[in-house]
Nanobody, 124 residues
Framework: QVQLGESGGGSVQAGGSLRLSCAAS????????MAWFRQAPGKEREFVAA????????YYADSVKGRFTISRDNAKNTVYVQMNSLKPEDTAVYYC?????????????????WGQGTQVTVSS
């Protein structure tokens, strides 16, 4: 069973950047498809980005496409999301998630393991 731990959250002004990291332990990281989700107050958790195992294909929510970049370093058991041109509507708790296999899904029910989340606050 893999454990996930996010870091890198914080407060930034609109237009700024943050890089979130998610370190995995207790499992074979390279077999997991990894994703980032976020949840704003009063809203449902929503998909942000995902990256498959192996070839590392990526997929993004339309709301972050062109601004966020997901990547992974299997040697470090870590997945990242570089967030640029941040907007106040990006404010949320960001969660890292892992699913066994290579299928890429935007459904949070399709992920088996979750981190505890890290807060991102973007001020205007």
């Amino acid at each position: 069973q893999v454990q996930l731990g996010e870091s890198g959250g914080g407060s930034v002004q609109a237009g700024g950047s943050l890089r979130l990291s998610c370190a995995a332990s207790g499992g074979t990281f390279s077999v997991y498809t990894m994703a980032w989700f976020r949840q704003a107050p009063g809203k449902e958790r929503e998909f942000v980005a995902a990256i498959t195992r192996g070839f590392g294909s990526t997929y993004y929510a339309d709301s972050v496409k062109g601004r966020f970049t997901i990547s992974r370093d299997n040697a470090k058991n870590t997945v990242y999301v570089q967030m640029n041109s941040l907007k106040p509507e990006d404010t949320a708790v960001y969660y890292c998630a892992a699913r066994i296999g290579s299928k890429l899904t935007t459904d949070n029910g399709g992920y088996h393991y979750w981190g505890q989340g890290t807060q991102v606050t973007v001020s205007s």
